[in-house]
């Protein structure tokens, strides 16, 4: 009706307000009667009959001379009531001029008062109430209507700030407190989640707001995996900290990342194993500038070292890590010594030269090839970084006395199906050989899943390629994958490094683990789209099935078998795996390296076949030499 109403034209909104005003103003003088003679009966309104006639006759003309019809109802303000009491003023005198000179009945002065006030007052309310509805309808037709999911704090302060945002208007709440239902918040109402369908049919919503800051991560998937099945783009408030500050923007609302779908709650880290091998300590890290690296280095620098180390082959990659953390040393370690190294991790002299040099105590090699698809059609690059480079850090932690030394692994390493993860396995037999050789230097494993946000990681390509328009690229419909927040899984590893005792493999609890299709499927729908399917051939975004990509599994897994102890850590396990004595693996490790330097691709699987027995490759690899020609 508002929107009916808002598209009249000038003329028939003039002709409206002057209908309004003939109904209303004989009621208005038939309250003054009322209110003068405490009561109306027939008596009194035959005696004030023609004057119930003469009030909108004369006063309509009037009021349209004065120019209150002309006025421009959307843009009225305060100046207008003068124009409304001009108007009642004369009017009211007309009516009793005319009384007077008719000689008409008497009739009581205290009517005229009456009527006029009232005047006034219908008026002035009327033509403000109408700019009202006229500016919400308005506002309706250009802001993006909102349902906020939660009545509390949280939620009345995201009103009252789209209140003055044009871009956004709240049109209702839903609250899970019965006791809240039908409240008014900023004259807003709240309804039950139960009603949600019903709202967004008809307010139009196409976007919610979930302004429930307190609850935990897992109240929040139970509350997002309610509101899937609904074509909204849902967003969430910020901290309770940003809320407190009573500085909340509209900028300060999030998206809803993979995190929150996960629904797992955060486990508080330990801060006695976060700060023992790295407070007031000589620490280094390799590929600083990777996505594990580099969270591992803002974690680090959290607890204080004396002397942080980057090493790092990509010269971007140590530029802009380095500018990042000499920013955050200013915040929690001023007095931490930064030195940003070029280096390659197959460069033992290089490595020892800088861990002596830094007198190194603590080794986080987080350097790697690890994406699948690359290292299975490049072995022999694989083999050397990944492999070789952990044994010359390794060699040169152990040449140089340093204490601790940590790898950061993958689940990929167990039963692997492809290169990379075979040569992450080969890593750790390693280092577990190394941990039975010497006991000067202190080496365990941390082996984890896929962590959300790294580089290869598919969650910002299915945020790409929604945000593209789609399609989103499956490889297969069955694939699932363990997730863990990068800083959580950085925390852990530090947490980890500190329980080893040498040759340990240390497994994360990375929770369930999650079918790649049902998060794309959610994903598309959080950003309020539907997917395009032979059920929804009108859907937005298509999901399409690519294949597996060489070297990929459907599942991955954190252990071989299942000998597995728990720690004094709830989420971190030690694993016992198979090992080799150093004497048969450095045989192996030669002739593998001989491989390597002739790129002999079939004779670097063999290798890898004898060297981890749970190998199974799922592919065909090609040999890939480099064969030189001759210009003649």
């Known amino acids: 009706m508002l929107h009916f109403l808002s598209n009249l034209s000038r003329r028939q909104k003039q002709m409206l307000a002057m209908a309004m005003d003939f109904i209303s103003l004989p009621v208005l003088l038939a309250v003054a009667i009322w209110l003068r003679y405490e009561g109306l009966n027939p008596e009194l309104l035959r005696h004030y009959f023609w004057l119930l006639i003469a009030a909108p006759l004369i006063s309509i003309p009037l009021f349209a001379r004065i120019g209150l019809y002309r006025a421009v109802v959307r843009f009225i303000d305060q100046k207008i009531i003068g124009v409304i009491v001009l108007g009642a003023s004369v009017s009211v005198l007309v009516l009793t001029f005319i009384s007077l000179m008719l000689h008409i009945l008497p009739i009581s002065r205290a009517v005229f008062g009456f009527f006029w006030m009232g005047s006034i007052f219908y008026l002035s309310a009327s033509r403000f109430a109408a700019r009202h509805w006229l500016a919400r309808v308005s506002l309706l037709e250009d802001a993006i209507p909102v349902c906020i999911y939660g009545a509390g704090q949280a939620g009345a302060q995201l009103a009252a700030m789209m209140r003055h945002d044009s871009q956004y208007v709240c049109v209702a709440f839903v609250d899970d407190n019965p006791q809240k239902h039908a409240a008014l918040i900023g004259g807003v109402r709240v309804y039950a989640p139960q009603e949600l369908g019903k709202l967004i049919a008809k307010f139009e919503i196409r976007e919610l707001l979930l302004a429930m800051p307190s609850i935990s991560r897992s109240r929040h998937k139970q509350i997002l995996d309610q509101l899937e099945p609904f074509k909204l783009k849902i967003r969430l408030t910020p901290s309770l900290k940003t809320l407190m500050s009573g500085q909340l923007k509209m900028q300060d609302v999030r998206e809803v990342e993979v995190e929150d779908l996960l629904g797992r709650d955060p486990v508080e880290p330990d801060q006695r194993l976060l700060s023992q091998c790295i407070r007031a300590q000589h620490v280094a890290v390799t590929g600083a500038g990777g996505s594990i690296g580099s969270e591992l280095c803002r974690q680090i620098l959290r607890q204080q070292p004396k002397r942080l180390i980057l090493i790092e082959s990509s010269e971007f990659a140590l530029y802009t890590i380095e500018q990042e953390l000499q920013q955050l040393a200013r915040q929690y370690a001023p007095d931490c010594e930064l030195f940003p190294v070029l280096c390659s991790v197959r460069q033992q002299d290089k490595l020892e030269t800088i861990f002596s040099s830094f007198a190194i105590r603590t ?270």
């Open 363 to 632: 080794v986080y090699h987080a350097a790697a090839y690890k994406h699948v698809p690359l290292v299975e059609h490049n072995p022999a690059e694989g083999v050397l970084n990944n492999v070789f480079g952990t044994l010359s850090v390794a060699q040169a932690a152990m040449a140089t006395g340093v204490s601790n030394f940590v790898l950061i692994s993958t689940d990929k390493a167990v039963r692997p199906t492809n290169v990379m993860g075979t040569t992450k396995r080969v890593a750790e037999l390693i280092l577990q050989a190394f941990s039975r050789e010497q006991k000067g230097t202190r080496f365990c494993m941390v082996r984890f899943g896929n962590v959300l946000g790294s580089s290869g990681s598919v969650v910002p390509l299915f945020k790409k390629q929604i945000l593209a328009g789609g399609p989103v690229t499956l490889t297969h419909p069955d694939i699932t994958r363990y997730f863990m927040t990068i800083p959580e899984a950085a925390q852990l590893v530090i947490q980890a490094g500190a329980m080893g005792e040498g040759g340990d493999v240390f497994v994360l609890n990375m929770g369930e683990p999650v079918r790649i299709q049902d998060l794309a499927r959610r994903m598309i729908h959080l950003f309020g789209l539907e997917v395009r399917s032979e059920a929804s051939p009108n859907g937005d975004i298509e999901i399409r099935h690519v294949g597996l990509r060489p070297g990929e599994k459907l599942y991955e897994e954190l252990l071989i078998g299942d000998n597995v102890e728990g720690t004094n850590h709830p989420l971190i396990m030690r694993a016992q795996e198979t090992e080799l004595p150093w004497e048969v693996l450095q045989q192996k490790l030669e002739r593998l390296r001989f491989a390597c330097d002739q790129n002999q691709a079939q004779e670097i699987r063999q290798l890898l076949l004898e060297l981890v027995a749970e190998y199974q490759p799922q592919c065909e690899i090609e040999d890939f030499l480099w064969k030189q020609r001759q210009v003649s």
